[in-house]
Every structure is written in C-alpha cells, then in structure tokens.
C-alpha cells in the first residue's frame, strides 16, 4: 500500500447509528488531517493532528470525534448524524517542517475519501 | 477576511489550451496551491507558487500576480484525460489553507 488509504470507501448510516472512518497514511509524514467535501463548496477542514496533537477545531459538531492514534492512522467516529452530513469526508496527510506549524512547503497528501450518505 | 474565487465550470475543446482563474482576498499570504481532482478520486498537488511570476511544468503553467491578488493555472495541448475539477487554495498568515470551491473542466473532442 502507497499514500493515503481511507475505508470504508462508501458508507450510508441511519441517523441513530455509529459507526467510523478509517484513514492510514504510507508515506512517514507526521500530520494527518480531516476534510469535508460537499458539491460546489470550499473544501472545509474538519481536524488537524499535528505531532500527535489535536491543533485544531473549526467548531465542528460533537457528532464528529476524531482519534489518531499513531502518526499513521486517523478515525472520524460518527454519531448521531443529519442528512446534511452526508458528503466526501478526505484525508490528508502532509509533512510539517516545524512543530505546530505547516509551511506552505507542506504538501497535501488527499485519500479517495469515503462517501457519506446519511438517511 | 478571507475570500477565494474561480469559476464553477468551463468548457474547452481537447488539444486547445484553457486558464482558469483564482482570485482572492487575504491580509497575510503564505503562497498559492492548485490541486486536480478527478471525480470519485483524491485531490492531487499540481503546483505551489508562492513569489510572483509564471511557474511551468510540462503542459500545466501556474501563474502568481500577489500585488493583483491573482492566479491562473494554464493547460495546454488539453487531453480528454485533463477533465476533472482543479481547486485553488492560498495559505493565509497563520498557515491555513483556504480553499475556492474548485472549477469542474470539461474536454470535448
């Protein structure tokens, strides 16, 4: 395996379930990030990990709880969901030259997302 | 603020040449990406320009004006294979990213 590999690739979930995505980078980089992606919108970051730590929120619902628990692995736990939720969820990975930081040398490593349908 | 354009879609016709614009708004500037993204896969980096001037790599060229707050990516000799969606994003100055909303490019033959 090469880059970035998500799991499942499509999931469709009722409102009461829970369930997780799974994310595993190949690559030795030491951050990991979550993205959504919905049509005909921005990109929007969901988590950051940076050495290991949780370095940012964009107030996100608590629905959505991440866990990197290695620099190569990252899970978006599900919960609860609304059907707005449904999108693209990415993952990315990238290589910060500097702790807490990410230079604008730090390419974005994306996986082919997982597809989200919440009914 | 931050603010981040490009067009929703464009046509062009394979072995023609095509740009596509980014503009954008921002009080600190770290550099500009453009990613292509063909659909059901991940986003892939196409190039990074951070000073001003024009940046090429084979058939695609990045152009960067920080003064204009302005960039295009340019594609040449467009192959059927060059129709997916190309997003602009700009690292702002607390090293962001702030993403357009992506230009979804159609090749007709």
């Known amino acids: 395996e090469t880059g970035v590999t998500q799991t499942p690739r499509h999931l469709v979930m009722g409102m009461t379930n829970k369930k997780s995505l799974k994310c595993e980078q190949h690559l030795g980089h030491n951050a990991m990030y979550w993205y959504k992606q919905s049509a005909k919108k921005p990109l929007e970051l969901m988590f950051v990990y940076n050495f290991k730590e949780q370095t940012e929120n964009n107030s996100v619902p608590s629905r959505f709880s991440p866990e990197c628990p290695n620099s190569s692995h990252l899970f978006l736990h599900l919960h609860t969901l609304q059907p707005e939720d449904s999108a693209l969820y990415l993952c990315?990975?990238?290589?910060?030259?500097?702790?807490?930081?990410?230079?604008?040398?730090?390419?974005?490593?994306f996986g082919a997302g997982s597809r989200l349908t919440v009914l | 603020g931050q603010n981040i354009d490009q067009p929703t879609e464009m046509t062009a016709t394979e072995g023609a040449i095509v740009q596509i614009n980014c503009t954008y708004q921002?009080?600190?500037?770290?550099?500009l990406f453009w990613y292509q993204q063909h659909a059901g896969e991940a986003p892939t980096f196409l190039s990074y320009n951070v000073l001003d001037g024009l940046e090429e790599k084979g058939r695609f060229s990045s152009f960067l004006s920080r003064s204009k707050g302005y960039s295009y990516l340019l594609l040449k000799e467009l192959q059927m294979k060059d129709s997916a969606s190309y997003l602009c994003?700009?690292?702002?100055?607390?090293?962001?990213?702030?993403w357009g909303a992506g230009t979804k490019l159609i090749i007709k033959p």
């Open positions: 994003a700009y690292m702002d100055s607390n090293y962001q990213l702030i």
């Open positions: 921002t009080s600190g500037f770290n550099g």
């Open positions: 990315a990975s990238s290589q910060d030259e500097e702790q807490g930081t990410t230079s604008g040398a730090n390419v974005l490593t």
